[in-house]
């Protein structure tokens, strides 16, 4: 498995500059573009936007748990946009995103999406990303991620937070991102509760995940499972992948104060 998840990381393509240059000039002219990543620091409760996700981590995660995390879960994102136009191409998107992830360490479960409805005459994606976590993560993880969430509806639209969510996880009418906290196992594993979500809109608006939407005018896709990290995979890997993003995980992947 190890020579074959290595071969996988090496033959696998990833976003170029030109393929991301419009995200990146935008990237270099904002303040603080380079701020180191602080979420990554031992055994804290931190978050951050990464591309499309947004990532909370327990304070039970090393930073080398965070880091394997981020730089896993973003090799899958960069790969899959490679592959696939996150927006118009979401399932075919998400299949690929789920085949990285197995191939370089991570269990693979079921992963079905089926139409979300709210019940309600409108929905506010925030709430229903917590209502559907609801089902699988607990209490706690399902506090951290309303954090995170809230974390970045503080900041501003013109702050590298925002810049990268807004550019990675919708184009508009459409919409492509995941939301999962991350925790350690009592034998020290680490598991995601990974929700990935797509969605459809008639109309388009920003800061999305905080708009009311009138449920006759979005179309909402989602999927949710426990994934737990390999170790004994990953930490082969592990150097290969880091070597592959180069500088991505600086440019996309940002602290979310919570």
């Given at each position: 498995?190890?020579?074959?998840?290595?071969?996988?990381?090496?033959?696998?393509?990833?976003?170029?500059?030109?393929?991301?240059?419009?995200?990146?000039?935008?990237?270099?002219?904002?303040?603080?573009?380079?701020?180191?990543?602080?979420?990554?620091?031992?055994?804290?409760?931190?978050?951050?936007?990464?591309?499309?996700?947004?990532?909370?981590?327990?304070?039970?995660?090393?930073?080398?748990?965070?880091?394997?995390?981020?730089?896993?879960?973003?090799?899958?994102?960069?790969?899959?946009?490679?592959?696939?136009?996150?927006?118009?191409?979401?399932?075919?998107?998400y299949k690929n995103y789920i085949n990285v992830l197995g191939q370089i360490g991570w269990n693979q479960p079921g992963f079905a999406f089926d139409t979300y409805t709210s019940g309600g005459s409108t929905v506010q994606l925030s709430e229903e990303v917590l209502g559907i976590l609801a089902a699988i993560a607990t209490g706690d993880e399902i506090a951290m991620v309303e954090a995170t969430m809230?974390?970045?509806?503080?900041?501003?639209?013109?702050?590298?937070?925002?810049?990268?969510?807004?550019?990675?996880?919708?184009?508009?009418?459409?919409?492509?991102?995941?939301?999962?906290?991350?925790?350690?196992?009592?034998?020290?594993?680490?598991?995601?509760?990974?929700?990935?979500?797509?969605?459809?809109?008639?109309?388009?608006?920003?800061?999305?995940?905080?708009?009311?939407?009138?449920?006759?005018?979005?179309?909402?896709?989602?999927?949710?499972?426990?994934?737990?990290?390999?170790?004994?995979?990953?930490?082969?890997?592990?150097?290969?992948?880091?070597?592959?993003?180069?500088?991505?995980?600086?440019?996309?992947?940002?602290?979310?104060?919570?």
């Open positions: 498995m190890t020579s074959a998840a290595l071969k996988f990381v090496s033959v696998t393509k990833l976003p170029s500059d030109d393929d991301l240059g419009e995200l990146l000039d935008k990237l270099r002219g904002l303040p603080h573009a380079a701020a180191p990543i602080r979420s990554l620091a031992d055994n804290k409760q931190t978050a951050q936007v990464n591309a499309g996700s947004l990532t909370s981590f327990t304070q039970n995660l090393s930073g080398q748990n965070k880091s394997d995390v981020q730089n896993s879960t973003l090799f899958a994102q960069l790969a899959s946009d490679r592959a696939y136009d996150r927006y118009n191409s979401p399932m075919d998107w809230n974390g970045l509806k503080g900041l501003s639209d013109e702050s590298k937070q925002m810049t990268i969510w807004d550019a990675k996880s919708n184009d508009g009418n459409n919409g492509n991102f995941q939301i999962f906290p991350v925790d350690a196992l009592p034998n020290g594993d680490v598991v995601m509760v990974l929700d990935g979500m797509q969605f459809n809109a008639s109309t388009t608006h920003s800061r999305f995940l905080w708009w009311t939407w009138e449920s006759s005018s979005i179309r909402i896709q989602r999927a949710a499972n426990k994934f737990v990290l390999n170790d004994s995979v990953y930490s082969q890997v592990r150097q290969a992948v880091i070597d592959k993003l180069g500088d991505r995980a600086a440019q996309l992947v940002a602290d979310i104060p919570i």
